[in-house]
């Protein structure tokens, strides 16, 4: 048997300090080094191995009242709400389980203080630590623009963050008619623009966030 998959419902970003990492994920293994920095999307069932005792990997994570917190907004206090804050920087929908990124000089140096302000834990160091979050993450959006820009299709349109978004906050009932009027399509251009972006069709969707739902997961344990 393979590894054992895990999942939880915040994002986490995997900073490797020294070495290296096989990420294992349903149906794909890739392997991480000191190069690269994973952001891993919430629910993506996944786990990770280091390549030798002597790998050092640093594991932040980003949970769900992060974004009410840093911008003193109680309605961001809401899961499918900060995920829709901060997938939509980067292009990221909600079924793409991870985004890679180049560990550029700028952002090393970013991870490396919020590492020696987490460690140290001197006064306000929690304040800190938000601040320069919300500075790693602009440096994210800003390399993931870069690219757009140069050609590279991997991510996703805005419109098509929000509409999975919405189908993910609302997948209990939600229908591809309801879709169509909130986000001004015609039923058969929306199915048609889903399947072309994610590869997947719309009810194939609902059911992968029905799957992710926390009630879902207690159900299948009991």
């Known amino acids: 048997s393979g590894p054992v998959l895990h999942h939880h419902d915040f994002y986490e970003v995997n900073y490797i ?3 290296g990492v096989t990420n294992y994920l349903p149906n794909t293994v890739f392997h991480q080094d000191e190069g690269q920095i994973l952001l891993m999307n919430p629910y993506a069932q996944h786990t990770v191995q280091t390549d030798d005792e002597d790998t050092l990997l640093f594991n932040i994570v980003i949970k769900q009242g992060f974004s009410a917190t840093i911008l003193n907004n109680p309605a961001l206090n809401n899961l499918s709400v900060a995920n829709l804050f901060l997938d939509t920087s980067l292009g990221m929908s909600p079924i793409q389980p991870y985004l890679i990124f180049q ?26 630590l ?14 993931k623009n870069r690219e757009r820009q140069q050609g590279d299709k ?14 993910r906050e609302h997948y209990a009932d939600v229908t591809l008619n309801d879709l169509s009027k909130r986000f001004g399509y015609s039923t058969h251009h929306l199915s048609l623009n889903i399947q072309k972006h994610t ?12 799957m992710q739902s926390p009630i879902c997961c207690i159900q299948n344990i009991l």
């Open 154 to 167: 991997s991510n996703y349109p805005e419109n098509m963050v929000e509409i999975l978004n919405f189908i």
């Open 17 to 19: 300090y020294k070495g």
């Open 199 to 210: 590869g997947y069709k719309f009810n194939e969707i609902v059911s992968k966030f029905k």
């Open 130 to 143: 938000y601040a320069k979050f919300i500075d790693l993450w602009s440096m994210f959006a800003r390399q």
């Open 103 to 128: 560990n550029e000089p700028e952002i090393q140096l970013i991870l490396h203080q919020m590492i020696v302000e987490y460690y140290q834990r001197q006064p306000y160091y929690q304040q800190r």
